[in-house]
């Protein structure tokens, strides 16, 4: 089971992104409408129109090698499914006045959950399965690593998240709760 | 009672691969078609009949079961046409005369059609529900009826034991008793509301519907699928009721059987006759808002039901079944998803939500107030309703998954297109930015498979970007003509709306990818238009402005919108995609996309030019033009303006002292001044450095650069150029001014490949133009950390507006630009040739020499003016220790002197004629070797002062060719230690009898004592022999002069008497002047006055000792000769007391009391003798110019053996005038033998016994013998 942690400034800029595989199973619960097809976000949808925006300069040569076949999740699709979440988070968080917004949104296999700081950062976290106490947990972790990485004069609200420190600290909390 | 029928007019009939669903989902279906037809006279009813049936066949397969009926209506054109045979029938084919009331008739007509329906109802489900037909019904998850011809009549006998006698009694009464204009709108209804245009059916194969029917036959099957076609058709027919009790028996048959597709089908169903009955009712249903559950929850649940039925329903394993399973599920997502939506968007459950779903539009009815897309209106809506966005959403999501790649292209494609618009209506925009790019890729999908199978396509990798289908005209190349390609042209209908598509899915994510304009004319010049303060910020205001958006995502997209637009073809468009997003991204792109979208652009560039497209890109790649500086001048061509004030003005020296006088270390007037118009001649050629910057990382390449000017007329040629990748690049650019006046650069017109030149104004960086740029960069970044408004429409938009008004507000501001003077055309002088090799010149320390320089006129013009100014490098030294102000007033002096009259070179003005054209001058100069100098320049200025323009006469310009030279001093003769001494007369015969002794004394005539001695030493250092003179001019005294040869290494001594001098109090109360008029100059000594009194006496004596004697050199043997200056040498106060004359003379003399004995007097002695009283006269005579009381002291030693009368000091002379002389006496006695010396000293009244410059002195010496 992956998750997919974007931590989106208020320009909807992502300043820091991580991809978390965990352990736990994934909750297979296809419909059979979908029994012979992979998920969405492995699924060379729409190909044609990859192949041709990827792959017609450079690789001219070897059209269509650029092309991603089969395999991993294609990231374009995920950060799609990301921004596309924030309609509505950000319709959420106008009316609620709550940190944590659990499942705000589901996509095909996706459900995403949010973390919104007093600053108007989002974090946003793809997540397949149920999660719910361990998400919590994991987004008040990331939010004091933040707030610590914020506390830094030098750092603004859109300045990209470079710091190892914040990386590997967040990735053992993903490791932990996730 | 009322009664309304609804149709559907769908644009394409159901694809055939939707014919399995004609059981399942009857409504998908036409049920009748109407064909209208005009008739004139002459054309033939069998003719049109066959026309009519001929493209009716075209349409539908021919075994299928729908349309039930098929009419063509034939009008007729005129009235009363009697050629149609009316004898001929055709079924289905109505004349319709020409009467006057045709729409009552039409309606009749229309009547008949509906009751044929009803009736073909009837027909179908006697068919259904004998048992063969129901084994049809059952056999497979999707079942087709074969054409009815090919079932057996329904035998009453082979119906079972069933409720099938009930049907026809309920099934025919419709069709026969009711009128025909009561049937049902229900199925168009129905279709309307989902919305999704001529859907699939689903035709999986049920695995045990087919066990069921191979076991037995017609008996065993379940009924309820039969009960659902009934309850359909009821549903069709209008009648709700009827169809809901089919509907219930249906439902309760799935429920314990395993048919989740049927089951669902009819849940549908029931929902849909909860709508029609609540339509039906009106606005009734509107007050049940008081129960706990909402009137629709009932048919959303239903519907949810279904949904997760048809999520359930097994797959198939046929592809199209499975396609038309996928359809299905889609289908009821979408008209669970219309019903909130219809809900939400009419504020409640009512009527206006009834015919919001009626409508048949594929685009969702969104009222009018949702149309801004406000937030609050779109929250208000759900606080009503109950219903929120993101519930909307969440039912509508359900429809996107993996199974849309079993769907068809196009039922993918309408789908999708739905999916969007309801995202869209919600607000959902990003969601909405999605779903499009899907569409997009679903689009693109169908475009390239398209180009592909029609055959033109290219047979090698070009790419489907050139959208040219090429081949050959001949398939057999002939080899006299060769290839010709045929481009075949394609429809561009329909790229406008893909290209708008494009541009939204972008400005979703943030990225205008119309910042670069598209436009027809390439050759327009925009130079009239006053200079737009928006245009000149922009690059500001976008390189602060914050990063928004996802650059990921944002690449990503754009380089899938120029790939769409690239396979339209749009070849302007590509570029401008492409190029709008280099400009936009530039900051996120990486170098590889930055190359991509560059090459893409030029590329469709150069081909959209080929096809001869006339729209062009305008300028994109932000303000390259960093500075525009005019090169500076070749510096004999720079002119100078001048007053004409100048024109006859002698050499004046103060600007030679005056050098870097200026007080001030920051004199902001002279920078002010220093920075005034350039000045430049007309019809020369100037040049101007243009700076440009390239922050992409490929080379920039630009057709055409050049200058935009204004005010006088301007001569130039634009270039082409490059700019190399990443870099600042300088280009010169050259024109010239062809009147005189003021040159304005504004800026450079730029013009990319393929593109329209832009102009880019540069104004001067003024102090309020800083301040300006300073203030609009606070304003952005102070706006930019706050992130008050979340959302798309609160970053971006805001921000735009609140710029627009402050340059509103500051619209009234002007630019200064770069200005430069034209001025007329100037003669031009060169130095034609000069006496200097080298342009070296070697002089001795003090040499006088001149050198000559020849001057040509190498223009039309007549030079009539001409002046020289010379600089050499000794005069910055000495003027920076003058305006440091260091210096003693003496070294002041010292350093004015030498600047003033020794400079190094000199020029006598002579009179300067015309230098006509071609004509040469040669000008002489004097030169003058000063130790220290090493170089040296001759500026000589220029100018045609006749001047044709009266009015501007105050000013006249001048030009200036100099000549550097290089100058070497050789300091070859040392003075030192020059000392004056006293020079004592010995009376006329001395007591050496030496006649070389006394032929020196005789010709320095010593006949006086008012001489002293000038003696100085003088060093040769040099390598060659010098013959030095020393020459002395006085007053009153002959011209003397005394010539030594020093050789080479050796010291000489020379030596000259001079006469003493007294110099008047008046003189010597002046202090040391200075050469120049300098103010400021504060005495910085803290002598006392006595101090300085002496100061200024030394320094006047010094000046008259320097008068008197001079010194020269001549080379031995040679032509060089020059001056031997003195001023290095220190004058001090014993050479002084020498020099100076006393005031007063004195003559001592001894004699006897008794007037007839004189004291012997030889050789200066005089012989008294012992014991005897002798009388000492003093004469003393004023020698000084004014009338003094002097006293004199007398004084003997040894004392002790001296009787004096009285007392020997102070003794009283009187007041003398002038010149006066008076005598005074006084007695001594020698009391011994011996030597005695008695000194005399004169002083003028109250002079202090220390102030030597008010005494006078002198002795006599007493040898006294013993007898």
Same mark, same amino acid.
């Given at each position: ?178 | ?211 069921? /029917? ?24 209008? @009648? ?10 249906? &439902? ?233 390609? =045929? ?70 997209? &754009? ?51 080929? @096809? ?162 300073? /203030? ?19 970053? @971006?938009?805001?921000?735009?507006? #609140? ?19 034209? &001025? ?34 190498? #223009? ?94 105050? *000013? ?49 005539? *010593? ?11 003088? @060093? ?7 013959? =030095? ?21 050796? &010291? ?90 006393? *005031? ?29 009283? =002798? ?93």
């Amino acid at each position: 089971m992956s998750h997919h942690l974007f931590l989106l400034s208020p320009s909807d800029t992502p300043l820091y992104s991580l991809t978390h595989q965990s352990t736990k199973p994934v909750p297979s619960v296809t419909s059979p409408l979908a029994s012979n097809l992979p998920t969405w976000s492995t699924s060379a949808f729409a190909g044609t129109l990859t192949a041709l925006s990827g792959a017609s300069s450079a690789t001219q040569h070897t059209t269509g090698g650029a092309v991603r076949v089969g395999g991993g999740q294609d990231r374009h699709v995920i950060q799609m499914i990301a921004n596309a979440g924030l309609d509505v988070i950000e319709d959420v968080m106008r009316k609620e006045n709550m940190m944590y917004l659990k499942s705000v949104d589901k996509f095909n296999e996706w459900t995403i959950s949010a973390f919104i700081t007093p600053g108007n950062m989002k974090f946003v976290l793809l997540h397949e399965g149920k999660n719910d106490d361990g998400i919590r947990q994991f987004f008040m972790d990331v939010w004091e690593l933040y707030v610590k990485t914020m506390v830094n004069p030098f750092h603004t609200a859109h300045t990209r998240i470079r710091s190892s420190v914040f990386d590997n600290r967040v990735r053992a909390s993903a490791r932990k709760h996730l | 009672m009322t009664l309304e029928v609804i149709f559907t007019f769908p644009t394409h009939p159901p694809p055939r691969s939707h014919s399995p669903l004609s059981l399942l989902r009857p409504s998908q279906f036409p049920l009748a078609v109407i064909g209208v037809a005009s008739c004139a006279q002459i054309d033939s009813l069998n003719s049109l009949y066959s026309q009519f049936d001929a493209s009716l066949g075209d349409i539908f397969p021919p075994g299928g079961v729908y349309p039930l009926v098929k009419n063509c209506f034939v009008f007729e054109e005129t009235e009363g046409t009697e050629n149609l045979d009316p004898g001929e029938t055709f079924p289905g084919l109505i004349v319709v005369p020409r009467i006057m009331n045709r729409k009552l008739h039409i309606g009749t007509l229309l009547g008949v059609i509906c009751s044929q329906i009803l009736a073909e109802f009837g027909v179908l489900i006697r068919t259904l529900e004998n048992p063969l037909g129901n084994e049809y019904l059952n056999a497979t998850l999707m079942p087709v009826l074969p054409p009815l011809s090919e079932l057996p009549p329904p035998l009453d006998s082979l119906s079972g034991p069933d409720q099938a006698p009930k049907f026809p009694s309920h099934n025919s009464q419709p069709d026969v008793s009711r009128p025909s204009f009561t049937l049902s709108a229900a199925p168009n209804l129905k279709r309307n509301a989902s919305s999704t245009g001529n859907g699939p059916h689903q035709p999986p194969l049920g695995i045990q519907a087919q066990k069921k /029917r191979l076991s037995t036959i017609g008996v065993s099957s379940s009924h309820g699928r039969l009960y659902k076609v009934l309850g359909d058709f009821f549903l069709m027919a209008g @009648r709700t009721e009827d169809a809901m009790v089919w509907y219930t028996e249906a &439902v309760q048959l799935f429920k314990n059987s395993h048919d989740p597709l049927w089951y669902a089908c009819t849940l549908e169903g029931m929902a849909t006759v909860a709508i029609i009955d609540a339509w039906a009712i009106g606005q009734g249903l509107h007050n049940s808002s008081s129960t706990v559950k909402e009137p629709w929850t009932d048919v959303s649940d239903k519907l949810q039901q279904a949904i997760n039925l048809y999520l359930r329903t097994p797959a198939p394993d046929n592809e199209q079944i499975h396609a038309l399973l996928a359809f299905l599920y889609c289908g009821c997502v979408l008209r669970q998803t219309s019903l909130l939506f219809a809900i939400w968007s009419s504020k409640g459950w009512g009527p206006l939500a009834f015919t919001t779903m009626l409508r048949s539009a594929t685009k969702p009815y969104v009222p009018p107030t949702l149309e801004d897309g406000n937030w609050v209106n779109l929250e208000r809506l759900s606080a009503i309703t109950g219903i929120s966005r993101s519930s909307i959403s969440a039912v509508l999501t359900q429809m996107h998954g993996p199974w849309l790649l079993h769907l068809g292209q196009r039922e993918r494609i309408s789908i999708l297109t739905s999916m969007a618009t309801f995202y869209a209506s919600l607000g959902y925009q990003r969601k909405e930015a999605y779903i499009l790019r899907e569409v997009l890729g679903c689009l693109l999908d169908l475009l390239v498979c398209g180009r592909e199978e029609d055959g033109y396509s290219q047979p090698s990798g070009i790419p489907p970007t050139a959208g040219l289908g090429i081949h050959n005209l001949h398939p057999v190349p002939s080899a006299s003509w060769g290839a010709v390609g =045929v481009r075949v042209s394609e429809s561009p209908s329909g790229n406008e709306s893909i290209l708008r598509l494009l541009k939204y899915v972008c400005k979703v994510l943030g990225i205008n990818l119309d910042v670069v304009g598209l436009a027809q004319d390439t050759l327009k010049r925009t130079s009239e238009l006053p200079p737009s303060l928006n245009d000149y910020d922009e690059d500001i205001v976008q390189e602060l402005c914050e990063p928004s958006g996802w650059p990921e995502l944002q690449v990503g997209v &754009v380089r899938e919108a120029v790939a769409v637009a690239e396979a339209l073809p749009d070849f302007p468009t590509v570029a401008q995609f492409a190029l709008s997003s280099l400009k936009m991204l530039q900051s996120v792109l990486s170098p590889g996309d930055q190359y991509h979208l560059y090459s893409t652009a030029t590329r469709a560039l150069i081909t959209a030019h080929r @096809r001869g497209d006339a729209r062009a890109v305008e300028y994109w790649s932000g303000r390259p033009i960093v500075s525009i500086s005019i090169a500076p001048l070749p510096a004999i061509r720079i002119p100078l303006e001048k007053p004409r004030s100048i024109q006859h003005k002698a050499n004046d020296l103060k600007p030679l002292i005056k050098g870097i006088a200026d007080p001030f270390l920051y004199n902001p007037r002279k920078a002010v001044a220093g920075k005034g118009n350039t000045l430049v001649v007309q019809n020369d050629v100037l040049e101007f450095v243009i700076t440009l910057q390239n922050p992409y990382i490929f080379d920039l390449e630009l057709q055409e650069l050049s200058l935009s000017t204004s005010g006088v007329s301007f001569k130039s040629k634009p270039v082409q150029l490059v700019i190399p990748a990443g870099t600042l690049h300088q280009v010169v650019l050259s024109g010239q001014a062809t009147e005189t006046g003021t040159l304005t650069i504004r800026g450079c017109f730029v013009q990319a490949p393929g593109g329209i030149a832009r102009e880019y104004i540069l104004p001067l960086y003024t102090t309020e133009e800083e301040e300006r740029l300073a /203030r609009k960069r606070r304003t952005i970044t102070s706006e930019n950390g706050r992130s008050k408004y979340p959302g798309l429409e609160g970053c @971006r938009p805001q921000k735009r507006s #609140s710029t627009t008004t402050t340059e509103s507000s500051a619209g009234t501001f002007t630019f200064r630009f770069l200005e430069c003077k034209v &001025v007329p055309d100037q003669p031009l002088l060169r130095i034609r040739r000069s006496s200097v090799t080298h342009g070296a010149l070697m002089l001795y320390d003090g040499e006088k020499s001149t050198i000559r320089i020849t001057l040509e006129n190498v #223009s039309p013009i007549a030079v009539d003016f001409l002046h020289c100014a010379f600089e050499d490098s000794t005069i910055v030294p000495a003027q920076k220790a003058l305006a440091e102000g260091n210096l003693s007033v003496f070294e002041t002096y010292e350093t004015e002197n030498s600047l003033i009259n020794n400079p190094v070179f000199s020029w006598d003005q002579e009179e300067v004629k015309v230098i006509a054209h071609n004509q040469n001058f040669t000008l002489t100069l004097g030169c003058f070797g000063k130790v220290g100098c090493t170089n040296g320049t001759i500026h000589i200025s220029y100018a045609h002062t006749h001047d044709p323009q009266p009015q501007d006469s105050d *000013i006249f310009y001048l030009r200036q060719v100099s000549y550097p030279l290089t100058v070497t001093v050789y300091h070859m003769l040392e003075c030192s230690k020059m000392d004056i001494l006293h020079f004592p007369s010995y009376g006329t015969s001395p007591s050496g009898t030496d006649n070389t002794t006394k032929d020196r004394f005789s010709t320095l005539r *010593i006949d006086d004592d008012d001489w002293c001695l000038f003696s100085l030493e003088v @060093r040769n250092t040099y390598g060659a022999p010098f013959d =030095v003179t020393l020459e002395r001019t006085q007053d009153g005294e002959a011209t003397a002069s005394s010539t030594t040869t020093i050789p080479p290494g050796s &010291v000489s001594r020379l030596v000259m008497t001079i006469k003493k001098i007294l110099i008047d109090e008046a003189l010597l109360s002046k202090p040391i002047p200075t050469l120049s008029d300098r103010q400021f100059v504060v005495a910085q000594s803290s002598l006392s006055h006595r101090e300085e009194q002496a100061q200024r006496e030394l320094f006047w004596y010094r000046e008259e000792l320097f008068k008197c004697v001079r010194g020269r050199w001549r080379e031995t043997g040679g032509a060089r000769s020059g001056v031997l200056s003195f001023r290095a040498q220190r004058m001090t106060l014993p050479m002084l007391e020498a020099f100076r004359k006393e *005031i007063a003379h004195i003559t001592l003399t001894l004699c006897s009391i008794h007037e007839l004995s004189e004291v012997p007097y030889r050789a200066a002695q005089f012989y008294p003798q012992a014991n005897e009283f =002798v009388q000492l006269t003093m004469k003393v005579t004023n020698l000084t110019s004014s009338s003094v009381v002097f006293t004199v002291d007398l004084e003997t030693t040894p004392l002790e053996y001296v009787l004096h009368e009285g007392v020997l000091t102070d003794l009283p002379i009187g007041h003398l005038q002038s010149g006066e002389s008076r005598e005074i006496a006084t007695s001594l006695c020698f009391l011994t033998a011996g030597h005695f010396e008695i000194s005399a000293q004169v002083r003028g009244f109250g002079a202090s016994e220390t102030d030597n410059r008010r005494m006078a002195r002198t002795y006599i010496t007493a040898v006294v013998g013993s007898g």
